[in-house]
C-alpha cells in the first residue's frame, strides 16, 4: 500500500495554491478561489507501507485556513481501490500549538473542530491521538480500511 498525506504550513499555505494577500483578513465566507501552481510541493509525501501496513512521517503541525480547522489530508492506495480521508488534531492541542510563533503570527482561527464542516461528515472522524515528545508532539492513528469484499 501506499500512503500519501499533505497539509498547510503554519500560515495557513497549500503548496501548489497561492498564498493569500497578506494586507486582507480572509475569511470563509471571503476566500478566494484557489489556483494550482505545479511548481510547489512542500508539505507533501507518500511513502510505501511497512509488510504489517504502517507507515510514519514526519512533518510540521500544520497551520489552518479560512473556514477549515486544524488536518492533515490521507490518500491510501491498496490493491485496485483508494481511500481518502483526513486526519485531525484534538482543539485542545492546536489551541497551545496556534499561540506559539510563527502560527500565533496570524489573527485567530475562525474554525474549531466543532464547527468545520467536513469534520462532521462521513462518519467518526479520524483524531489523532497526540502525545508530547522531546522535539515537539507525536501522534499516531489506526485507520482500518475495508476489504475489497466489503465493499461489494
Known amino acids: 500500500m501506499a500512503v500519501g498525506i499533505w497539509h498547510c504550513d503554519a500560515l495557513g499555505h497549500h503548496s501548489g495554491f497561492p498564498p493569500p494577500d497578506p494586507a486582507v483578513v480572509v475569511t470563509a465566507a471571503t476566500a478566494p478561489k484557489a489556483q494550482y501552481l505545479p511548481g ?9 507501507t511497512y509488510a504489517a501496513g504502517a507507515v510514519e512521517f514526519r512533518t510540521i503541525y500544520p497551520g489552518w485556513y479560512p ?3 486544524v488536518h492533515i489530508h490521507t490518500i491510501v492506495h491498496a490493491a485496485s481501490m483508494t481511500f481518502t480521508s483526513q486526519l485531525y488534531f484534538p482543539d485542545p ?5 496556534l499561540a506559539t510563533g510563527p502560527y500565533g503570527d496570524r489573527p485567530g482561527r475562525d474554525t474549531t473542530n466543532s464547527t468545520d464542516t467536513v469534520f462532521a461528515t462521513g462518519g ?20 482500518v480500511l475495508p476489504s475489497p469484499a466489503e465493499l461489494r
Request: aromatic content about 6%; charged content about 25%; glycine content about 8%.
Open 40 to 48: 510547489e510541493t512542500f508539505l507533501r509525501g507518500r511513502q510505501l
Open 124 to 143: 467518526t472522524p479520524a483524531v489523532l491521538d497526540i502525545t508530547r515528545s522531546p522535539n515537539g508532539y507525536r501522534a499516531v492513528v489506526c485507520l
Open 67 to 69: 473556514g477549515r480547522t
Open 93 to 97: 492541542t492546536s489551541d497551545e500549538v
